[in-house]
């Protein structure tokens, strides 16, 4: 099997490569978008008319989270919906979708209408989890894990590239042009979807299948139940450090640098992630998807316990940075994972489910994190998350073996 990961429009091949291209690119851009308003957010939502400091906070909070709330209740049905009548279909919807979103945020004129849009674009967004669909159905098995990988690695850039974008641009040009420039990037990507991806055609029954009673045309549900819940033991990981992060790094470094080094040690985790999913997804296809899956969450488990202990700034970084690295397998394999344990005309659906419990990962670890931190401790938030990984890597062991 060749392994290098070419990137040339090898026509005898497929469209998959250019495919992959796209949806990188598209995946990019969206992610973006949804996080670039991070570092501006409060000041948006001010001159949206709301003047109390704590109010401030809340509806900030309330925005930022109001489109990864209706993103997550409406994934599983873009993955049926994708199922019956095709995935690029549903890439199309997104983009545009996403493009006419984000350019009715920057002309919101109170804090109601700008929640209002935030859902909106979570509900006609998804570019990111109907690329990961696509790819995973469209690419041969034998690539899929790579292919994944370098996907996860452009959703991974646009989580760190977004905030950076969001700091530089409002200054230069405004808060509101900042949305209507995100809104034009995402028509461009609307244009590249429409008339660059090619979708191979399905058999006639994988269209006609209804997708009701999907889960009974699964002839073996326990790895789709493990890659569930490994999705959702991959976002806890990534986020239940978030609410003590600064707190926990004041108590390492001297006050004008708690902000710096806060900002690193979030930051290093997916920078660790974005250099190993293409990696760690290529030697998956080589040694076995559910192989990696166990020993990322094994090692990430390791490396919470010295993250429990250290005592210096920089130490917290390097250890964030290294488990970046290791998690960063994870999402290319659970998605390989399903794609080999369903039929094809239930894969997007099956996907759009796995999509939705990250999404309760991300919403259960900052909680979670928040919660432990400040009633038992801040070192009991990366001991408990060890323990959860630990059991993560030991669960799918087993049921690996026993299968």
Known sequence: MDATPE????????PWKRNLLVCVFGSFT???????????????????????????VQWSGIAYGAAFFSAALTAPLWGQLGDRYGRKLMLIRASLGMAIAMSLIGMAHNVWELVGLRLLAGLLGGYASGSMILVAAQTPKARSGWALGV?????????????????????????????????????????????????????????????????SLIPDKRPIVAMLATGVLLMIANMSIEPIITVYVAQLVDPPRVTF??????????????????????????????????ACLAV?????????????????????????????????????VIRHNVPEAIAGGILGYSVSAQY?????????????GGHIGMRAVFLGTCVLMAAGAIGNFILEKGR
């Open 30 to 56: 969206t992610i973006v978008a949804m996080t670039l308003l991070l570092p501006f957010l409060p000041l948006y939502v001010e001159q949206l008319g709301v003047t109390d400091h704590a109010a401030i």
């Open 7 to 14: 990137f040339e429009l090898n026509l005898d091949a497929g």
């Open 261 to 294: 080094f806060a900002g690193l040690a979030m930051s290093a985790g997916a920078l660790g992630s974005i250099l190993s999913s293409s990696q760690l997804g290529k030697l998956a296809d080589r040694v076995g998807h559910w192989t990696i899956i166990i």
């Open 360 to 372: 309760c990962g991300q919403v259960i670890g900052p909680l979670a994190g928040g919660f432990v």
């Open 151 to 215: 996907l996860s690695s452009g959703i991974m850039a646009g989580n760190v590239v977004g905030p950076l974008i969001g700091g530089a641009l409002p200054p230069l040009i405004g808060i509101r042009a900042t949305f209507l420039l995100a809104g034009a990037v995402i028509f461009i990507t609307f244009l590249g979807t429409s008339f660059l991806i090619h979708e191979e055609k399905r058999p006639p029954q994988a269209k006609s299948r209804k997708s009701r009673g999907a889960w």
């Open 300 to 336: 990430s488990a390791a490396l919470l316990i010295p993250q429990a202990f250290v005592d210096s700034g920089w130490q917290l970084v390097v250890l964030r940075l290294l488990m970046g690295l290791a998690l960063g397998g994870l999402l290319p394999c659970i998605a390989s």
